[in-house]
Nanobody, 123 residues
């Protein structure tokens, strides 16, 4: 079992930055692929970014590539999402997720979800 708790959401103006953090607890955090998804009101969750267990490879949705950066610290059991150049279209609930591989997360195969944190970007 892995528990995931997000923090760092909030409100920001367009062009601004936010850093989300996900704290993991439970067995073998450093063996899981980790990632972030987001969910717009009334829509399905969509993949944002993922990172391999060792942090050596990262994957991004085209919509955030070049603006968002995912990273992890296995010593602290955390995975972060640095978001820059935010747009109103980035407004969503952001959820941390774990799966057996980072590639699986890209394919929407998720084993554990966090509860989510709201990000609101105003124009």
């Amino acid at each position: 079992q892995v528990q995931l708790v997000e923090s760092g959401g909030g409100s920001v103006q367009a062009g601004g930055s936010l850093r989300l953090s996900c704290a993991g607890s439970g067995r073998s955090f450093d063996t899981w692929g980790m990632g972030w998804f987001r969910q717009f009101p009334g829509k399905e969750r969509e993949f944002v970014a993922s990172i391999t267990w060792n942090g050596r490879s990262t994957y991004y949705a085209d919509s955030v590539k070049g603006r968002f950066t995912i990273s992890r610290d296995n010593a602290k059991n955390t995975v972060d999402l640095q978001m820059t150049s935010l747009k109103p279209d980035d407004t969503a609930v952001y959820l941390c997720a774990a799966s057996h591989t980072a590639q699986a997360l890209r394919e929407m195969v998720v084993t554990y979800w966090g509860q989510g944190t709201q990000v609101t970007v105003s124009s």
